[in-house]
């Protein structure tokens, strides 16, 4: 970190979210982060267009498939909304919503902020499902040009 004072010379923590507890926590990391270094903190939402109904979503509940950007978008508030609910501090934060698939979308987000640090959340998948699936953290701390931090909760149990 710099020691010099101003926004121009702020770190910036990019926090990449997917709505769930993993997220939740990653982003509880990322607002303690940011108080501590007084960084810009930016949240991330990478809309991944599924196959099987390109350009929509269905929401829970829900027989209807609507334009996946404003169930997004949603979902971003009723994440903050539940996050404020349960946090002794929400510092101010940017939001954005891009498109794509998540591990290559996330990395050049961080590139375009010119981001400090990365924080995403862990599932903790093991075994068969993190072959087949991966992990969206793994692929980031790979491929990203800065320093990442992958944040558990503390009750989570390997998938």
Same mark, same amino acid.
């Given at each position: 970190m710099s020691g010099e004072a101003g926004p121009a010379s702020r770190e910036t923590i990019l926090c990449a979210v997917d709505? #769930?507890?993993? +997220? /939740? /926590?990653?982003?509880g990391w990322a607002c303690r982060q940011a108080a501590l270094t007084d960084?810009?903190?930016? @949240? @991330?939402h990478v809309v991944h267009d599924p196959a +099987? +109904?390109?350009?929509?979503?269905?929401?829970?509940? #829900? =027989?209807?498939? =609507?334009? *996946? !950007? /404003? !169930?997004?978008?949603? *979902?971003? /508030?009723e994440f903050l909304a539940a996050f404020r609910a349960g946090a002794e501090h929400l510092p101010a934060l940017e939001t954005r919503l891009v498109r794509g698939l998540p591990p290559g979308r996330i990395v050049e987000v961080a590139r375009e902020l010119g981001a400090d640090l990365v924080v995403v959340g862990s599932r903790g998948r093991t075994g068969l499902p993190?072959?087949?699936?991966? +992990? !969206?953290?793994?692929r980031v !701390?790979?491929?990203?040009?800065?320093p990442v931090t992958v944040v558990k909760r503390r009750d989570a149990a390997p998938e």
């Open positions: 709505f #769930s507890g993993d +997220s /939740a /926590a990653a982003l960084a810009r903190l930016v @949240l @991330l +099987s +109904s390109p350009g929509f979503y269905r929401r829970v509940g #829900s =027989e209807w498939l =609507e334009p *996946m !950007v /404003a !169930v997004a978008e949603d *979902m971003m /508030a993190h072959i087949l699936l991966g +992990s !969206v953290a793994e !701390v790979q491929t990203a040009p800065v």
